[in-house]
């Protein structure tokens, strides 16, 4: 049974910085990478950054590149974003996800990825 588990969410102020993490638990579960999502109020779930665990390759999506930053520890199974200069459109709910093992690419499609975190809540407001 493979469980991803987000934490760090909360109510921030524009311009506050906040740091989320997702730790994956699973006997042997190694997939290629991982990323996060987020999904606003009535929005549609939007990519947001991915990683691979070999070589730390990352990609981010257009609407938080150079604010956000995704990073990894394999040793401790764990992914985070960290979020910079946060504006009150990030406000949503973030997921992280996984593919399954036998997928050796990572893609900006929800529908991409197999497992799923239960989501932590970011609110950037004044």
């Known amino acids: 049974q493979v469980q991803l588990v987000e934490s760090g969410g909360g109510s921030v102020q524009p311009g506050d910085s906040v740091r989320l993490s997702c730790v994956v638990s699973?006997?042997?579960?190694?997939?290629?990478?991982m990323a996060w999502f987020r999904q606003g109020p009535g929005e549609e779930r939007e990519f947001v950054a991915s990683?691979?665990?070999?070589?730390?390759?990352?990609n981010y999506g257009e609407s938080v590149k150079g604010r956000f930053t995704m990073s990894k520890d394999n040793a401790k199974k764990s992914v985070y974003l960290q979020m910079n200069s946060l504006k009150p459109e990030d406000t949503a709910v973030y997921y992280c996800?996984?593919?399954?093992?036998?997928?050796?690419?990572?893609?900006?499609?929800?529908?991409?990825?197999?497992?799923w975190g239960q989501g932590t809540q970011v609110t950037v407001s004044s």
């Open positions: 990683i691979t665990w070999f070589g730390g390759m990352t």
């Open positions: 996800a996984a593919p399954s093992v036998d997928k050796v690419v990572l893609t900006t499609r929800p529908s991409w990825y197999d497992y």
């Open positions: 699973g006997r042997t579960f190694r997939s290629h990478g």
